[in-house]
């Protein structure tokens, strides 16, 4: 069963480096949307990118020290977003947040008696 429903799409981007009380940014943005009950955040690491600093970032062999882009989506009600964010105003220090309206299929099994 398919159920329709409308969203927010927060994308955060960081660098990989980046760390909050010792652990990577995004691990305690995930930790801390699982904590808040969002429906599900999801993680992507990036092969190349740049930032504000216009440094470019790569994976490339001989480069794989290198502080790589790191792309954190969560998708849920623009209520349970707004929670996350006085955490992302207190520990994103370099980055890129964008919010947008998404409209969003849930896709759920029927139950069975």
């Known amino acids: 069963m398919k159920i329709p429903?409308?969203?927010?799409?927060?994308r955060i981007?960081?660098?990989e480096?980046?760390?909050?009380?010792g652990i990577p940014l995004y691990?305690?943005?995930v930790k801390k949307a699982h904590e808040l009950n969002l429906a599900?955040?999801?993680?992507?690491?990036?092969?190349?990118g740049f930032g504000a600093d216009s440094r470019?970032?790569?994976s490339k062999m001989l480069r794989l020290s290198e502080d790589l882009p790191m792309l954190i989506e969560i998708v849920d009600s623009e209520e349970k977003i707004n929670q996350?964010?006085?955490?992302?105003d207190e520990h994103v220090e370099e980055g890129l947040i964008t919010m947008e309206n998404v409209k969003v299929i849930q896709y759920r099994h029927k139950l069975k008696k």
Not at 5 to 10: E, S, V
Not at 17 to 21: D, I, P
Request: avoid cysteine.
């Open 5 to 10: 429903t409308n969203g927010i799409l927060l």
């Open 13 to 15: 981007s960081v660098g």
């Open 17 to 21: 480096e980046n760390q909050v009380h």
């Open 27 to 29: 691990e305690a943005i």
């Open 40 to 48: 599900g955040a999801s993680v992507f690491r990036g092969h190349m």
């Open 56 to 58: 470019i970032h790569t």
């Open 84 to 88: 996350l964010l006085p955490f992302l």
